[in-house]
Structures are given as structure tokens and as C-alpha cells.
């Protein structure tokens, strides 16, 4: 007959961190699934928040404009002040600016510019 022996593998003691939590690392696939997922909440938000704002398929009521043509020496401050009722002339530059989508305030003879019905 035989005899088995059983012997022990000697006990290896780890160190323990003391008083230290337990922290969490990410690898550089986490970091981006995290990113990812951050990312798509956000969009996800964004989205619910849009799809609250009302606009309606019909067309509002036109201003009513006229068009006149720019002669020789004219500014759009001498338009825009011969066609202010009120007195507020860079208001009314304003909007000529708006109605002809303007970069500038320089103007060419010859030019037609959209002008308020005053």
C-alpha cells in the first residue's frame, strides 16, 4: 500500500492599505466608454429640451417695405434719417441693416435697398 502526504504551500501575508479607501482606476477603453456615455446623455438632454420649441408651418404677416434706389453721395444715415418717423435714426439703420442683410453701412450708387414703410 502507499501513503499520500498532504504538505502545505507556506502562507504568503499581502499588505493591506491601511486606513487608505478603495479607489478606482480606469483604463484608457473606460476613460472613452465613459466619455462616450457622458457624451450621449448630454446630446440626449439636449434633445428632449428641443423638441419643446413651438414654431408653426404658416408664414407670419410680410412687413410692409418699399425699395429705394441708393443715388450718388447718399449714406444710409441720410436714408435712414429721412425715412424716421420718430427720431430714432440708428434704430431705422438697424433695420434696413436687417431687412438687407448688411455687413457693412457702406453703400453703392446704384444699390436697391429695402426700406419700412414709414
Do not use: H, K
Not at 504551500?9 to 479607501?21: F, K, N
Not at 404677416?61 to 435712414?80: F, H, Q, S, Y
Amino acid at each position: 500500500m502507499s501513503t499520500i502526504t498532504a504538505t502545505r504551500a507556506p502562507y504568503v501575508r499581502t499588505p493591506q492599505l491601511a486606513g487608505r479607501p478603495a479607489t478606482v482606476r480606469l483604463t484608457r477603453r473606460g476613460r472613452l466608454v465613459v466619455f462616450l456615455l457622458s457624451l450621449a446623455f448630454v446630446l440626449g438632454v439636449g434633445l428632449f429640451i428641443a423638441a419643446g420649441s413651438v414654431a408653426t408651418g404658416e408664414a407670419g404677416t410680410p412687413e410692409p417695405t418699399r425699395v429705394v434706389m441708393v443715388g450718388t453721395g447718399d449714406t444710409l444715415w441720410g436714408i435712414a434719417a429721412d425715412l424716421a418717423d420718430d427720431g430714432d435714426v440708428r434704430g431705422m439703420m438697424a433695420e434696413i441693416e436687417r431687412l438687407n442683410a448688411l455687413d457693412t453701412a457702406v453703400l453703392d450708387a446704384g444699390q436697391r435697398l429695402v426700406v419700412p414703410v414709414s
